[in-house]
């Protein structure tokens, strides 16, 4: 149970936006997705002025205020990016990173990029999540509470996805095994895991609260403890949809 499970070819829609992404990714990426399997992912550096002309970091900004919008039933956008410290955190990313992909002159990019993890900086300082600009972060994406959230410059992390405060996510390993962790679709991170190394998350899984994953983890299993044990493959509906459980 506890082995590197293989995850299948189909299993990850991610696979859609890695393609686009490929210049952007690090020697020592994941070798797999960007902006995942959104539909609305980001170019590489150089590829894109969208930034400008299609504001494509609104939509994917507006996509991720309705994911809260979930949780906070009647709740206002306005009231929930000034109350939620995940979309102070999300807001300075998704403008960030941007950016980063974005095919602005360098003299006008670089000042620009700059300002930005400055602010990124003040944001962790308030909150405690760092998220870098080189990140790939689909869509929807949940912050369920702030503090100690740590995500590094070359993960990639799949659209409907929700991570719990004291998450590390980032760089591990020796070799070909070092590199950064790709999650898939609507994976669920419980509070204070660690998922390190070039590791592949499959969609709909669940990483347990406490859990340290430093191998692949097959769709829709749900993870717990270190060493890594699978429990179950029930995935992740019941923890990521508020409603699964009613029914409604």
């Known amino acids: 149970m506890t082995g590197r499970a293989a995850v299948p070819r189909g299993t990850m829609s991610l696979l859609r ?9 690090a020697p020592s990426g994941t070798g797999r997705q960007g902006n995942a399997g959104t539909g609305q992912g980001a170019a590489g550096p150089g590829k894109s002025g969208g930034w400008l002309t299609k504001v494509q970091w609104i939509r ?43 095919a602005l002159p360098a003299v006008v990019k670089q ?21 870098k600009y080189r990140t790939r972060i689909g869509t929807g994406f949940y912050i369920g509470h702030f503090g100690s959230i740590f995500v590094g410059p070359d993960v990639v992390i799949g659209p409907m996805c929700n991570i719990s405060q004291g998450v590390t996510i980032g760089v591990s390993g020796r070799g070909e095994r070092r590199g950064y962790p790709t999650l898939g679709e609507r994976v669920y991170v419980g509070a204070n895991a660690i998922i390190a190394g070039r590791v592949t ?24 403890g270190s060493p890594l044990k699978i429990i179950s493959y029930k995935g992740s509906a019941a923890y990521l949809d508020p409603e699964a459980e009613t029914g409604a």
């Open 17 to 25: 936006l890695a393609s686009r992404e490929a210049p952007e990714r």
């Open 60 to 102: 994917e900004f507006r996509d991720d205020i309705r994911r809260f919008e979930r949780y906070q039933r009647g709740a206002s956008a306005l009231v929930l990016v000034g109350m939620h410290q995940g979309l102070w955190a999300l807001l300075q990313y998704r403008v960030a990173h941007a950016i980063y992909r974005s």
């Open 111 to 131: 000042p620009l990029l700059v300002l930005a993890v400055a602010w990124q900086k003040a944001v962790e300082v308030t909150t405690g999540i760092s998220i």
């Open 201 to 224: 998350i499959g969609d709909g899984a669940v990483i347990g609260a406490n859990s340290l994953v430093t191998q692949d983890v097959p769709p829709n299993a749900v993870v717990v």
